[in-house]
Nanobody, 123 residues
Framework: QVQLVESGGGLVQAGGSLKLSCAAS????????VGWFRQAPGKEREFVAY????????FYPDFVKGRFTISRDNANNTVYLQMNSLNPEDTAVYYC????????????????WGQGTQVTVSS
């Protein structure tokens, strides 16, 4: 069982940066891959980033490559999402989710979810 809590969201101007955190409970967190997803009003949830259990493998969709970076600190049971060069289209609720490997961008495959953190980018 894993419980996830996101933090770090907020209001930022276009071109700005935010760093989201996903704090996990559970001794076996290091055996899970972790994904970040986002959902804007009226839109489907979409994949943003994934990191493997050892922190070496990472995956991103094209629209965040070069702007977002996912990382993890297994000693502190935390996964981060550094977001740079934000634009208004990045406005959404951001969720972290965990599953056993392998990687997938399909949100339906993830077993544990946080409650989400709001990110709002003003133009």
């Amino acid at each position: 069982q894993v419980q996830l809590v996101e933090s770090g969201g907020g209001l930022v101007q276009a071109g700005g940066s935010l760093k989201l955190s996903c704090a996990a409970s559970g001794r076996t967190f290091s055996t899970y891959g972790v994904g970040w997803f986002r959902q804007a009003p009226g839109k489907e949830r979409e994949f943003v980033a994934y990191i493997g259990m050892n922190g070496i493998s990472t995956f991103y969709p094209d629209f965040v490559k070069g702007r977002f970076t996912i990382s993890r600190d297994n000693a502190n049971n935390t996964v981060y999402l550094q977001m740079n060069s934000l634009n208004p289209e990045d406005t959404a609720v951001y969720y972290c989710a965990a599953k056993y490997p392998p990687y997938t961008k399909d949100s339906r495959r993830y077993d544990y979810w946080g409650q989400g953190t709001q990110v709002t980018v003003s133009s």
